[in-house]
C-alpha cells in the first residue's frame, strides 16, 4: 500500500474520559469520534449520565462532576448505542480506528455495552475490531528505548503539537491523539507504506512483547497486581 492510500484518511479518532481506570466496572462520562479526512475534521461528543457517582479524583481530570452530568447528560443506553452504531459504521467501511491506549477505550466501551444489554463492536461488525492505530503502541514499538513517560501529554510535548484546549477533555484528546499519528506517519515513514492489516497485526505482536517485558520486570521487583494485559486491541471477556 503507497503513501496515498489510508495515511490521508479517512481515519476515525475515539476516546473516552471515565468514573475510573477499571475497565470492567468503570462508567464512560464522555466521549468524542472524530471523523478526519484530507480536507475536513467532524467532531462529535457526548455528554452521559453513567447512574453512579463520579469520583473526585476522575471529575478533578476530565471536569465532569456528577452534579453535571446528572443534570446535562444523556442517559447511557443511548449514548453507547450511538456511539457503538458510529464506530462499526466507519470501522465495517475499512476506516481505521485510531485511540491512544486503545485496549482501555474499546474494552470499556464493550464491557458498558454489556452492561446495558447492548451488542458489543465485535458482535455488530460481526469479527474483532480491526483495523486500529494506537500511537502509545506505535511509540512503544519505534522508540523503545526513549526514557520517560509516554502520556498522551508527554508525545504532543514531544513532537510539538500545538492544539486548542486543554487534554483530557475527550475531543480535544482524539484531536490530539490524530495529529501525533501523523508527527509519527513522519518521523517513520516507513509506517506509511504499510497495508492497514498488516500495521494492525504488528501493533497487535508489540504490545505482546511489550506487555511480557513489562510484567517480567514487575516480577523482579515483586510488585504486586496482575500488570498488563497482553491483549490488544481489546481485552479478552472475563470469563464467568
Do not use: C
Amino acid at each position: 500500500m503507497d503513501d496515498t492510500t489510508w495515511t490521508g484518511g479517512p481515519l476515525l479518532g475515539f476516546d473516552t474520559e471515565t468514573t475510573g481506570v477499571d475497565v470492567r466496572s468503570d462508567r464512560i462520562v464522555t466521549a468524542a469520534v472524530v471523523l478526519r479526512t484530507a480536507t475536513t475534521t467532524d467532531v462529535r461528543t457526548w455528554l452521559i449520565d453513567p447512574g453512579v457517582e463520579i469520583p473526585a479524583e476522575a471529575a478533578a481530570i476530565h471536569g465532569v462532576t456528577t452534579e453535571h452530568a446528572r443534570a446535562h447528560g444523556v442517559p447511557p443506553g443511548q449514548a453507547l448505542a450511538e456511539i457503538a452504531a458510529v464506530l462499526a459504521e466507519h470501522t465495517r467501511a475499512g476506516v481505521p480506528v485510531v485511540a491512544y491506549n486503545a485496549a482501555f477505550d474499546l474494552t470499556l466501551l464493550d464491557a458498558e455495552l454489556v452492561r446495558h444489554g447492548l451488542p458489543t463492536l465485535p458482535d455488530r461488525l460481526g469479527r474483532p475490531v480491526s483495523p486500529v492505530l494506537d500511537p502509545l503502541v506505535i511509540d512503544r514499538w519505534q522508540d523503545r528505548y526513549r526514557q520517560g513517560k509516554r502520556r498522551l501529554g508527554d508525545l504532543v510535548e514531544l513532537y510539538g503539537i500545538v492544539g486548542e484546549g486543554e487534554l483530557h477533555s475527550a475531543d480535544v484528546d482524539v484531536l490530539a491523539t490524530l495529529d501525533v499519528l501523523d508527527a509519527q506517519l513522519h518521523r517513520y515513514p516507513e509506517l506509511r507504506a504499510v497495508a492497514l492489516d498488516a500495521l494492525h497485526s504488528a501493533q497487535r505482536d508489540a504490545h505482546r512483547r511489550w506487555a511480557t517485558s513489562f510484567n517480567a520486570w514487575r516480577r523482579t521487583k515483586g510488585l504486586p497486581g496482575p500488570g498488563a494485559s497482553t491483549a490488544w486491541p481489546v481485552e479478552p471477556p472475563v470469563a464467568g
